[in-house]
């Protein structure tokens, strides 16, 4: 099974691990990361979570068809899927976009002050 793990860290964490992972060659699971919840919440609205739950190893989808499945109008979903290319969420293939993983795992940590 693909898991995209998406977390919180500062870009600095993020840069730091890639660069690491590098030296030694490892490739370990895929993950995106946001340097804030809020900026998480920003890209990843609900709507959004939708497009990728119904994308989730679906292979490639045709636009009109991620609009379908999710039962909104071709418009607004696209700007919604180029919003999810533009994080690297997904991909754009010549037969329609794709989500390629399985799963999704989100993991952060919310704490006082």
Do not use: M
């Given at each position: 099974m693909s898991m995209l793990t998406i977390d919180i860290r500062s870009l600095r964490d993020t840069l730091d691990d890639a660069v690491q992972a590098m030296e030694r060659l490892e490739c370990s699971q895929p993950h995106i990361s946001f340097e804030s919840p809020e900026l998480l919440w920003k890209i990843l609205t609900g709507k959004r979570w939708e497009i990728l739950r119904v994308m989730t190893a679906a292979g490639p989808l045709a636009l009109r068809?991620?609009?379908?499945?999710?039962?909104?109008?071709?418009?607004?979903?696209?700007?919604?899927?180029?919003?999810?290319?533009?994080?690297?969420?997904?991909?754009r293939q010549d037969n329609g976009f794709v989500f390629p993983y399985d799963a999704v795992h989100v993991n952060f940590l919310l704490k006082a002050g």
């Open positions: 068809e991620i609009a379908r499945r999710v039962g909104r109008d071709v418009k607004s979903v696209h700007l919604d899927v180029h919003a999810l290319l533009d994080a690297g969420l997904i991909e």
